[in-house]
């Protein structure tokens, strides 16, 4: 046991203290508030606090350990994103071979990102699979409805595993474990505030025909908020704290940005969520919706003050 | 032994296979224990179906759990026969017309299983349809249970296993699927048309729900 503590550095040991506490804390305070007002409909938060604490235990046994066991899990991640989307997406029967080359880009994405070959990883999506993609189409011939598949497979592995793969790639520059941190906890909380301040102070919608719940409030007392927190947490990071200001900054509009992308998405296929795997929650797109836009534009923001 | 065999492989290598391949889902399982022998009541898209059907099977009961499948199919060779048997424990029924030879008729057979105690898994579609489309139902599973109004019937709705395998592909492509379970139900109608309408109705509701 000792030897594993000397492993960790104080900086993640802290890091796991806080994301413990604040779990705790939201726990108990579900509980005491119940206590106190048993009229209150809690169950949902209590049923979304439950799947937080066993989200957060399933991330730090993957990122804490070993780089290998993360990019397995971040593999994983993908492939069930992947599925998931498949799942909602009205996609012909036409389209299960472009489908499959979809899922056998996951390994290669996640072993270029393993191996830290950058410009692999930026460009094979984006420039190799969007042209794949398409061919694959034009070689089955069905030109019914072919538009629509050619846009929505690269769209689909841009969220599914362009986004996600950043997480990979954030964990090959050094001191990239803290970041990764960084940018999960600060994303996943900022999903927290804007929903929290919403809640209290929400008045006017921000995007009523999207997503009628979100309120300028939430958003504005969110993105201050989780800027605050960035500033707290730059221990993580080895950052000044105008850079950490601005970083935490754009983080919490880009999450903002996907969260909405993705409502977007499921108002049009007429969905609440994406499945029901993670009670309280939804799918595990309507959980990591934020996250897909957000790393990519953190990794970059990264790169672009350490060099 | 063959019900050890039966439950290593329906409680650890096909789970192991469908749960990345489906992410499979069961609703309202808990009906499975609620009557001793019933006859599950399908939509029918996929191979997966059988399979994903007999792992959410109770451990104990899977030996006289015994889905229906067609022996003009499954059982046009010995070999294909003894695997099909061996690995699914299903009731091989011929799909055409052999009500003379009475060791050939599918209803006998069925009925025999039933006077066992076994449970069936019928797919009263009779083949593989479109994903997410139901076929009309045969009438077949109705004159069984205008004969056996006692025996209880669980319409059971699965979703999307006709996208991961469907009929003509070979490679299978991962979607999340579910299982929907109804409640228990016993035959209601006059004659076996009727049954059977009301059936197709139940697995219906639980595709809209």
Known sequence: MKNILNHIDPTLLSFILIVFSVLSFASILFFLWGKINPKAKLTELKMRAKSWWIMATVFLIATVFSAKVSYIAFALLSFVALRELFTILKLRQEDRGAMLLCYLAIPIQYFFTYHGYLVASLVFIPVFMFVALPFRLVLVGQTNGIIQSMAILPAVLMIALFGLSHLGLLLTIPGGRGLLFFLVFVTEMNDVFQFVWGKILGKHKILPKVSPNKTWEGFIGGVITTTMLGLSLKFLTPFNIPQVL????????????????????????????????????????DRIDSLVVAAPVFFHLVYYFTN | MRKLFLNIIYKGIVPFILKPLTGITYKHKEVL??????IIIANHNSHLDTLALMSAMPKHKILEIKPVAAGDYFGSSKMKTFFTVLFTNALLIPRCCSLKNKSKDPFRIM??????????????????????????????????????????YIPTYIENTGKVLPKEAHVPIPFNCKVIFGDVHYCKGKNAKEVVANMFNEVSNLKAA
């Open chain 1, 246 to 285: 601005v970083i935490s900054f754009i983080t919490a509009n880009a999450g903002f940005i996907g969260d909405v992308i993705i409502s977007a998405v499921k108002r049009d296929l007429q969905l609440k969520d994406t499945s029901t795997v993670i009670p309280g929650h939804g799918g595990i797109l």
């Open chain 2, 111 to 152: 009925m025999k299983a039933l006077k066992r105690g076994q449970s069936l898994i019928v797919y009263p579609e009779g083949s593989r349809g479109k994903a997410n489309e139901m076929q009309e139902f045969k009438n077949g599973i109705g004159h069984i249970l205008l004969k056996y109004p006692h025996i209880a």
């Open chain 2, 33 to 38: 224990a609620e009557v001793k022998q019933f």
